[in-house]
């Protein structure tokens, strides 16, 4: 494929990245309408955003892998977009509570399709020592999807209450039908990409995913290692910056999203994309295990930028140590990515990249944030406590991954 096809592709895998991100959150803005329509606590509020979701994402990412592995793969993204664009009218259609449940199973369902499937076909598009920097677009359009939905959807959803679409349609019922019009677009763009075809990898040998792994599992362990170290940190920064702000600086929680938002619509893709750029210029000096470097690198200047917000006396200092961090952790995750897809021969990638990020979501959400909590609760206890367990949390698994990434680079073969 040339470069300008290549190129092509990746943005608009990209954009649907953007309209999956969008889809994934815009949920979180019409949380309140929600209880009050159908009575609901904030544990139902808790499971109908996070676990309705992950729980059909995570059944169904790694046998989309495989699909992916066997059968074209242009159709697979698109089957999914279609799926998950069904979901979201349908959240904006649903009745009760648990016809919600089964709408944001169906997003989840259909969103598990993308992110396998779009790096196979990247890796396979770019190549060795190219894929880094559309690997990082890739990654740069959920962050930017997550600000166009609370940002967009939030000037979206005013603009309904203030002028409505229908006086029978709810506000919140309105914005997800509304916020189909991106899913449309993108779709036809979509539409118009040529190539994707597993049709040769079906006529040849197959490459068997438990030899691969089996010969392979210290290098792949240690890049698992890194990239959960790089998530979960980005997690903590997600769940407890806003209130780290709060507490430090008696911000009100409307001044603290302000400062947040635009920091991470801003610093966190450019993160991603100059992460892909170093990857690709460690490549192209046909450095074996550069993705693993670029992410110990990064790990560790993230770790220093988080050292800094977490011991800020006063905000200017606070929000440059924010804004760093930021940077820095964006940087970190594409190379974990763009690591296994160099150690995977591309007749399996699908299924080890679902495979890999299935593992590394889990590990990253279900203990980083919770872990902070418990820190600041339980071992540090006072006013600033939050600031001492989001900087213990930063050292220790921000050592550890770095160490892992360290032993990724020796144990990494692949000079490209």
């Given at each position: 494929m040339?470069?300008?096809?290549?190129?092509?592709?990746?943005?608009?895998?990209?954009?649907?990245?953007?309209?999956?991100?969008?889809?994934r959150?815009?949920?979180?803005?019409?949380?309140?309408?929600?209880?009050?329509?159908?009575?609901?606590?904030?544990?139902?509020?808790?499971?109908?955003?996070?676990?309705?979701?992950?729980?059909?994402?995570?059944?169904?990412i790694?046998p989309?892998?495989?699909?992916?592995?066997?059968?074209?793969?242009?159709?697979?993204?698109?089957?999914?977009?279609?799926?998950w664009?069904i979901?979201?009218?349908?959240?904006?259609?649903?009745?009760?509570?648990?016809?919600?449940?089964?709408?944001?199973?169906?997003?989840?369902?259909?969103?598990?399709?993308?992110?396998?499937?779009?790096?196979?076909?990247?890796?396979e598009?770019?190549?060795?020592?190219?894929?880094?920097?559309?690997?990082?677009?890739?990654?740069?359009a959920?962050?930017?999807g997550?600000?166009?939905?609370?940002?967009?959807?939030?000037?979206?959803?005013?603009?309904?209450?203030?002028?409505?679409?229908?006086?029978?349609?709810?506000?919140?019922?309105?914005?997800?039908?509304?916020?189909?019009?991106?899913?449309l677009?993108?779709?036809?763009?979509?539409?118009?990409?040529?190539?994707?075809?597993?049709?040769?990898?079906?006529?040849?040998?197959?490459?068997?995913?438990?030899?691969?792994v089996?010969?392979?599992?210290?290098?792949?362990?240690?890049y698992?290692?890194?990239?959960?170290?790089?998530?979960?940190?980005?997690?903590?920064?997600?769940?407890?910056?806003?209130?780290?702000?709060?507490?430090s600086?008696?911000?009100?929680?409307?001044?603290?999203?302000?400062?947040?938002?635009?920091?991470?619509?801003?610093?966190?893709p450019?993160?991603?994309?100059?992460g892909?750029?170093?990857?690709?210029?460690?490549?192209?000096?046909s450095?074996?295990?550069?993705?693993?470097?670029?992410?110990?690198?990064?790990?560790?200047a993230?770790?220093?930028?988080?050292?800094v917000?977490c011991?800020?006396?006063?905000?200017?200092?606070?929000?440059?140590?924010?804004?760093?961090?930021?940077?820095?952790?964006g940087?970190?995750?594409?190379?974990?990515?763009v690591?296994?897809?160099?150690?995977t021969?591309?007749?399996?990638?699908?299924?080890?990249?679902?495979?890999?990020?299935?593992?590394?979501?889990?590990?990253?959400?279900?203990?980083?944030?919770?872990?902070?909590?418990?820190?600041?609760?339980?071992?540090?206890?006072?006013?600033?406590?939050?600031?001492?367990?989001?900087?213990?949390?930063?050292?220790?698994?921000?050592?550890?991954?770095?160490?892992?990434?360290?032993?990724?680079?020796?144990?990494?073969?692949?000079?490209?």
């Amino acid at each position: 494929m040339s470069g300008r096809a290549s190129w092509y592709l990746a943005l608009s895998l990209a954009a649907v990245h953007v309209v999956s991100s969008v889809d994934r959150h815009i949920l979180t803005l019409v949380l309140s309408a929600l209880q009050l329509d159908f009575t609901l606590s904030d544990t139902d509020l808790g499971f109908l955003h996070g676990t309705a979701y992950v729980l059909s994402y995570a059944i169904a990412i790694v046998p989309v892998g495989i699909l992916a592995d066997r059968y074209d793969r242009r159709r697979i993204v698109i089957g999914g977009l279609i799926i998950w664009t069904i979901g979201t009218a349908a959240c904006g259609l649903s009745q009760s509570y648990t016809q919600l449940i089964l709408a944001r199973m169906l997003v989840g369902l259909g969103q598990a399709a993308l992110v396998p499937t779009a790096i196979s076909l990247i890796a396979e598009s770019f190549g060795a020592r190219r894929m880094g920097r559309p690997i990082a677009v890739f990654t740069a359009a959920a962050t930017i999807g997550r600000g166009v939905a609370l940002l967009g959807g939030g000037m979206l959803l005013g603009w309904i209450v203030n002028h409505g679409l229908s006086p029978q349609l709810a506000p919140w019922r309105a914005l997800f039908l509304a916020s189909l019009a991106l899913n449309l677009a993108v779709l036809a763009w979509f539409s118009t990409v040529k190539g994707g075809s597993r049709g040769a990898a079906l006529r040849g040998p197959q490459a068997g995913l438990a030899s691969i792994v089996s010969a392979r599992w210290p290098v792949y362990l240690a890049y698992f290692g890194g990239a959960v170290a790089s998530i979960t940190l980005v997690q903590i920064i997600a769940a407890w910056t806003p209130t780290l702000l709060i507490r430090s600086f008696a911000l009100t929680v409307s001044q603290s999203g302000m400062l947040f938002g635009p920091i991470v619509l801003c610093f966190g893709p450019a993160g991603n994309l100059a992460g892909g750029w170093l990857v690709d210029h460690l490549e192209r000096r046909s450095m074996a295990g550069a993705p693993a470097l670029a992410n110990a690198l990064s790990l560790c200047a993230a770790v220093l930028a988080g050292t800094v917000l977490c011991s800020a006396q006063t905000l200017p200092v606070a929000v440059t140590g924010l804004i760093a961090t930021t940077f820095f952790l964006g940087m970190t995750t594409p190379a974990g990515l763009v690591g296994i897809q160099n150690l995977t021969p591309s007749d399996i990638r699908g299924r080890v990249t679902g495979l890999f990020v299935l593992c590394v979501t889990l590990v990253s959400l279900g203990a980083g944030p919770v872990a902070v909590g418990w820190l600041s609760d339980h071992v540090f206890g006072a006013a600033s406590g939050l600031r001492f367990a989001v900087l213990a949390m930063f050292w220790g698994i921000g050592c550890l991954g770095t160490v892992s990434a360290v032993i990724a680079k020796r144990l990494d073969r692949t000079a490209n």
